[in-house]
């Protein structure tokens, strides 16, 4: 987080009617970030985003981009500003009256200077990424929820902005579409180093993206920090709403949520200190997801780790917890098993993973391969969680990888 | 002392009133110079503007067609029972022809483009703003103004007083068949005195009424469309209601500027 914010809210203050509904917002969004907006229905969220990009001006306080008011800015330097930014309105805001192509192409075909033919290239372009195939010549009243989502984001994303506002991106997607929006964005952040703005009620899978969070209620930033700070907050009313809407299950792969995860990382260890039981844990990741996203699409890659969790499943026991760690790493708490035990139970998934076709949604693109590596430790009475865990990301060896 | 606050309670009530008309007017206008002006912004809309005209104009052809042949049988039909009293029964083409041309033509031209196309204009408008698509446009700089607006303006301003100009022709055939092929009179008579009858100044003045309707009622019918958001009543029905009074404004407004430029072309 160095340097100065790239936006910056201060004291923002908007009323609409006879409602407060932002009061005294401060907050700090950083470049090459993604800053996630969590809080109630009705919280003001989307009120907030479109502060940011200016389609609402606030009553009182001030916004701040890289120092200056943009209040202050004159029309050319506000005009340049816009540029940079692009939306994802909730509803979409698709143009009904123009087709799928036409639509994403709008924000390119209003910029001067681009030639027809690179700007058809780079809206099919996009819209492949999202998997979008044969709606091209559609209306958006002819396409699902769903559909109308991508397109969205396509429109979005097709003029390859420095800044994007999601408002609330994946809201009525399927798990692996949503994760694979998900994978999307922090794949994007990774490759242009955009800086993201995501409002969302997608706990805790946004947490797994997002650098910073910030939770909004009754018009005030409630809680400012990063996925790991909320997750420990000992503010009740965040840790109710974070509770409220975390489902125990991870939606993509089915296996326990984070939290879940780390409340049983938590028993084990005390179990190993009060009664000197011993237990491991498995730290899995699959590390070339990305290069999965960039030749077969976003939609493949979600659907190989979701099978590569299916394998984890089936060789673990009931006892045996496995939760996401993080997009793309699972973690297996093994209790009453020591590291050699543990070692055998990743013998096991590798052998299954080499018995399986596990390609299947790689068939089309013969070239993919992807790895995975795992790290094993048992857990030490004197060592806290952080060190166990930090052991073993840092003694990751390679567990599978596909045959050349 | 409540008797001062009875009296300056009216009077307030009616500055108010007063204050908001201005202001309103105010944003009207600005509303449509934007747009005006805007159409002149390289690169220029064309495409647009030909989807506008063909929407506007080429599509209202028919019942305009429609419209003015009965307009004219019925000044054919009336202006001969008013001629026979007096036996001047051939004065009867410049009477359908000077009525069609100076107020017929250009009124009820606007009258059935606002029912027709105006409603429409309101309604996408509206349903455009109500689901964010105008701030999206907003989001992806794009001038709204120029992006709906400019176009709409500048195919109504060429589509009027053409429409005005089928309107006169075809009314002048209604005149004819039920004046001359029904009633009697003279063809010969019918054309010659509605050819002497019109002058430049007639035509010129029917087209000045043309273009000031084109500018009401495109002006109205976005206006109401694009501020649906401002209304009190959300959704479909402020769109239901800007519909309306776009409708109900724009042709109240034809009526009234009629009087106007009538009394100044006179």
Redesign the interface.
Known sequence: MAGSPLIQLQDVVKILGVNRVLDGINLSIHRGEITAIIGKSGSGKSVLL?HI???FEPDGGSILFEGRTTSAMSAPER?AL??K???V?Q?T?????LTVLDNVA??LV???GAVPAEIVRRVREKLNQLDLHDVDNKYPSQLSGGMKKRVALARALV?DPEIVLFDEPTTGLDPIRKNAVHSMISDYQRRFGFTGVVVSHEIPDIFFIAQRVAMIDEGRIRFEGTPEDIQRASDREVRNFIEGLESPRDDLTGIASQSIGQQHLRQEMSRLQRHQIPFSIVLMSMDNLEDIDRIAGHMASQTVFKLFADHVIQNSYVADTCFRYAINKIMVVLPDTNEAQARSFCLKISRTMRHSALFDPLDRVRDVCYSVNAGVVQAQPDSGLEDLIAAAEKGQAILYECPK | MPSLVTLKTPIAALGREVLVFTRDLGRVFLFFARGFLLIFQPPFQFDKIRQHIFFIGMKSVFVICLTAGFTGMVLGLQGYYALVKYGSTAALGSAVALSLVREMGPVLTAIMVIARAGSAMAAEIGIMRISEQIDALKTMDINPLRYLISPRIAAALVSFPLLTAIFDVVGLFGGYLSGSALLGVNPAFYFSRAQSSVETSDIIGGFIKAIVFAVVTVTICCYQGYYTHTRAEFGAKGVSISTTSAVVISCVLVLVTDYVLTTFLL
């Open positions: 479109k990009i200016g389609l005009r816009k540029r930014f692009s939306y309105f509803d805001a698709l143009f009904d009256f709008l924000p209003e910029r001067r003029t």
